[in-house]
């Protein structure tokens, strides 16, 4: 059973950066491709990011494209999410999750397809 640890979420200022980390265990890491989520209060989740298993593809919601980079250290166990110019509206809880195999993209970006989440960690931004 995969167990993701996800740290990094402060208060930070609107502009400023901020990495996420997401840790693994219990599984063998290289086996999974790896996407970030956030929820925000009164909203859905929502997909941010994913990367793939095998050809570390990555992929990008539209609100994120340019700012954020999503990243793997299979030696690591660890997967990252590299948060820059951030905005107000970036605020929410960050999810990590973990899907087995090397599916397309198009299912990475829906939350359903995946099989193990961490806990969340808090990103807040001021203005």
């Known amino acids: 059973q995969l167990q993701l640890v996800e740290s990094g979420g402060r208060l930070v200022q609107a502009g400023d950066s901020l990495r996420l980390s997401c840790t693994t265990s219990?599984?063998?890491?290289?086996?999974?491709?790896l996407g970030w989520f956030r929820q925000a209060p009164g909203k859905d989740r929502e997909f941010v990011a994913a990367i793939r298993r095998m050809d570390r593809n990555t992929f990008y919601a539209r609100s994120v494209k340019g700012r954020f980079t999503i990243s793997r250290d299979n030696a690591k166990s660890t997967v990252y999410l590299q948060m820059n110019r951030l905005e107000p509206e970036d605020a929410a809880v960050y999810y990590c999750a973990a899907k087995g195999g090397n599916p397309i993209m198009s299912t990475l970006t829906s939350s359903g397809p995946y099989e193990y989440w961490g806990q969340g960690t808090q990103v807040s931004v001021s203005s």
């Open positions: 219990g599984g063998t890491f290289s086996d999974y491709s």
